[in-house]
């Protein structure tokens, strides 16, 4: 258990660079993500058919069905990067992140729909708490409104992935499902780029100057990586629990953020109470479901 846990946390600070990277590349938004996924599902490909043919998780064969149910849980990790990252440019790295937040009260309402359970008023609570916490954050500067509704999206759209792909991922390989989400996220964001390019000109569609090298890093360590580590963290941690832990990830954005963009000059003490606040749900949660294992063992 401490192994599992000790991997969900390491996920959560490779996630605290994606928000950095995703202003630091010049790319709009949604060709940020084509790349990011194409490269993704390429390098994925290359990996399982020729470094792994001997191994009993190379590169397998699905039957359509399977691979329209990865593929569709990987649209829906496609849509929350697209928002994600459209928040951040839309506003900063802190208001994109912390809006992530957002994930556990989403996956407290979601997942008994989907799961179809018992609605959980503890996680409820926890979830009250974050949403709390962002509260405070939110009333600091009133210029990030449209960053704030894109970043409340993509925390609803990764809930759903979440508990998704947790459902789905039971069923098959990790490293075969990784790809096949790359590959639906990709052609499903290639089908939509022409609908959205209508709404929101994408600009440049190719990388220039560091673009590359930041490219390369989100693509191999905080995608095919954190990925890797979603998935094998999902299939042993509830979904909740995951969702409420990765409210760190703004924690770690913000501490890059101020040293790389200088964001600290716009925050104040109630931005502070607030992630404070965020910090107090996640310790909580984790407590409370080691204590629910530790009881039921």
Request: aromatic share 14%; charged share 15%; glycine share 6%.
């Amino acid at each position: 258990m401490k192994k599992d846990y000790f991997l969900l946390h390491l996920s959560v600070f490779i996630a605290g660079f994606t928000g950095v990277l995703g202003r630091l590349i010049t790319l709009d938004s949604a060709i940020l993500v084509w790349w990011r996924m194409a490269a993704a599902a390429l390098l994925m490909f290359l990996y399982l058919r020729i470094v792994e043919t001997h191994d009993r998780a190379s590169l397998q064969r699905y039957k359509f069905r399977d691979v329209l149910q990865m593929g569709g849980v990987g649209m829906l990790l496609c849509l929350h990067w697209v928002f994600f990252y459209a928040s951040i440019k839309a506003s900063n790295v802190s208001i994109g992140v912390v809006c992530f937040s957002l994930v556990g009260f989403f996956t407290a309402l979601f997942e008994p729909i989907i799961n179809k359970h018992k609605f959980s008023g503890r996680e409820f609570l926890f979830s009250l708490l974050t949403i709390l916490g962002i509260y405070l954050i939110f009333q600091f500067d009133s210029r990030y409104r449209l960053g704030i509704a894109l970043g409340v999206i993509s925390s609803a759209l990764y809930a759903l992935f979440a508990i998704t792909n947790q459902r789905v991922g039971k069923h098959y390989d990790a490293k075969n499902m990784l790809l096949w989400e790359m590959v639906g996220g990709l052609i499903g964001l290639t089908c939509l780029i022409p609908l959205y390019n209508i709404f929101i000109p994408v600009g440049q569609l190719y990388p220039v100057g560091l673009d590359y090298p930041y490219l390369a890093f989100m693509v191999v360590v905080c995608t095919i990586g954190l990925c890797l580590l979603q998935i094998i963290v999902l299939q042993k941690i509830p979904a909740f629990t995951v969702n409420l832990t990765y409210n760190l990830e703004p924690v770690y954005s913000i501490i890059l953020s101020m040293f790389i963009f200088k964001e600290y000059k716009e925050l104040n003490f109630s931005f502070c109470i607030g992630i404070a606040l965020i910090i107090i749900s996640v310790v909580l949660q984790t407590y409370s479901e080691i204590k629910r294992r530790i009881v039921q063992s």
